[in-house]
């Protein structure tokens, strides 16, 4: 009894030691608790304060442009299958450019609405090359656009999957296509646009660029640096299209890729031809350089309003072309066929007319 009685009470004292102890824990564990919470709530509310803050200065950038729903004549589609869908800023509309298949959108300025008419016989032959069917089959077809404007001939390539490189020197058209490129969830690769002068002078020659008069509303000079097509290290041994609108340079864009040109890595090309704008000597020259330097195997008149080729052009057509659209002041868009085991039955086209339209 008396060994029982000694040990009664060292078991109460443990026990009461035990519940003071477990008290004493959860009372301190009860306060980091209460203190984890103020903490965090304090946190939350900064993270709120600086997204808030973060997104008002992105609305005031125009970092992550607004989209805000707009109309075009009632909202209804233009003739020409331009119908305006939305503005994503206060100075840029998109387009829904969807004249022909495969559609995308096309971001302008606010005040110009592009100019799709133009671009039939673009659109025509661009069937007829299968450019769709043939960039779906290889995505790594290579189409270049040089002197890419809006970017209509470029971002239509994208469209149909191609691996797409844009040229442009002036640095509001190229904001502009950057804004057509997110606009369509075009990535980058393979859409790629570089904002520089295609020249054929030594690659990262720093120029002032000014778009001629009656070439564009912007005539103003840009400082950029110059680049040439045979300087760059294409993904691809062949390059299927060459698009060239550089307002009265086209023979210098053509000369920067010479390399190419002899290595016969370009399928086909297109370019304009405006007589009136830059050197007139040289674009006097431009059709004969492409016959006899870059070996044209056939050359075609394109009326862009029109989906018909006139052709094959030989010399005896090259002046009258050339008094014909200077005399004229339009734009003539040419397309060559440089493979070499292309035959004349390639092109649907209709002899060149001699005498006026």
Same mark, same amino acid.
């Given at each position: 009894?008396?060994?029982?009685?000694?040990?009664?009470?060292?078991?109460?004292?443990?026990?009461? $030691?035990?519940?003071?102890?477990?008290?004493?824990?959860?009372?301190?564990?009860?306060?980091?608790?209460?203190?984890?919470?103020?903490?965090?709530?304090?946190?939350?509310?900064?993270?709120?304060?600086?997204?808030?803050?973060?997104?008002s200065r992105t609305l005031l950038n125009g970092d992550e442009p607004e989209t805000v729903v707009g109309t075009d004549t009632g909202g209804e589609k233009t003739e020409d299958g331009g119908g305006m869908v939305e503005d994503t800023?206060?100075?840029?509309?998109?387009?829904?450019?969807?004249?022909?298949?495969?559609?995308?959108?096309?971001?302008?300025?606010?005040?110009?609405?592009?100019?799709?008419?133009? +671009?039939?016989?673009?659109?025509?032959?661009?069937?007829?090359?299968?450019?769709?069917?043939?960039?779906?089959?290889?995505?790594?077809?290579?189409?270049?656009?040089?002197?890419?404007?809006?970017?209509?001939?470029?971002?239509?390539?994208?469209?149909?999957?191609?691996?797409?490189?844009?040229?442009?020197?002036?640095?509001?058209?190229?904001?502009?296509? $950057?804004?057509?490129?997110?606009? +369509?969830?075009?990535?980058?690769?393979?859409? +790629?646009?570089?904002?520089?002068?295609?020249?054929?002078?030594?690659? $990262?020659?720093?120029?002032?660029?000014?778009p001629p008069e009656g070439a564009g509303s912007n005539t103003e000079s840009v400082s950029v640096e110059t680049i040439r097509l045979d300087d760059i290290s294409w993904p691809s041994?062949?390059?299927?299209?060459?698009?060239?609108?550089?307002?009265?340079?086209?023979?210098?864009?053509?000369?920067?890729?010479?390399?190419?040109?002899?290595?016969?890595?370009?399928?086909?090309?297109?370019?304009?031809?405006?007589?009136?704008?830059?050197?007139?000597?040289?674009?006097? +020259?431009?059709?004969?350089?492409?016959?006899?330097?870059?070996?044209?195997?056939?050359?075609?008149?394109?009326?862009?309003?029109?989906?018909?080729?006139?052709?094959?052009?030989?010399?005896? $057509?090259?002046?009258?072309?050339?008094?014909?659209?200077?005399?004229?002041?339009?734009?003539?868009?040419?397309?060559?066929?440089?493979?070499?085991?292309?035959?004349?039955?390639?092109?649907?086209?209709?002899?060149?007319?001699?005498?006026?339209?």
């Open positions: 009894m008396s060994h029982i009685s000694k040990t009664n009470p060292t078991h109460s004292t443990l026990c009461l $030691h035990y519940m003071v102890s477990v008290f004493r824990a959860a009372k301190q564990n009860w306060f980091i608790l209460v203190l984890a919470c103020v903490t965090s709530s304090l946190v939350f509310r900064h993270l709120i304060v600086v997204s808030d803050l973060q997104l800023k206060s100075s840029e509309t998109v387009f829904d450019i969807d004249n022909r298949e495969p559609a995308f959108k096309l971001v302008t300025k606010t005040d110009e609405k592009p100019s799709i008419e133009g +671009n039939r016989a673009y659109g025509k032959i661009l069937d007829e090359l299968h450019l769709q069917e043939t960039c779906q089959q290889d995505p790594s077809t290579v189409v270049i656009d040089v002197g890419a404007g809006l970017g209509t001939f470029g971002l239509y390539a994208a469209a149909c999957g191609c691996t797409v490189y844009m040229f442009e020197a002036q640095p509001d058209l190229v904001k502009l296509i $950057h804004s057509s490129i997110r606009q +369509n969830s075009f990535t980058s690769p393979p859409v +790629n646009v570089t904002q520089r002068a295609v020249m054929d002078l030594a690659s $990262h020659t720093t120029i002032d660029f000014t041994q062949s390059i299927y299209v060459l698009k060239i609108d550089a307002a009265g340079t086209e023979l210098n864009v053509l000369r920067s890729a010479k390399s190419l040109f002899a290595q016969k890595r370009i399928r086909h090309l297109f370019f304009e031809y405006t007589p009136w704008l830059g050197n007139q000597e040289s674009q006097k +020259n431009l059709l004969s350089y492409v016959r006899r330097d870059l070996k044209a195997r056939f050359m075609y008149n394109l009326y862009r309003t029109e989906e018909i080729f006139y052709g094959p052009l030989v010399p005896m $057509h090259f002046p009258t072309l050339h008094d014909r659209v200077s005399q004229s002041r339009t734009e003539a868009s040419i397309y060559v066929l440089l493979d070499g085991r292309a035959t004349k039955s390639s092109i649907n086209s209709r002899p060149f007319p001699m005498n006026n339209r």
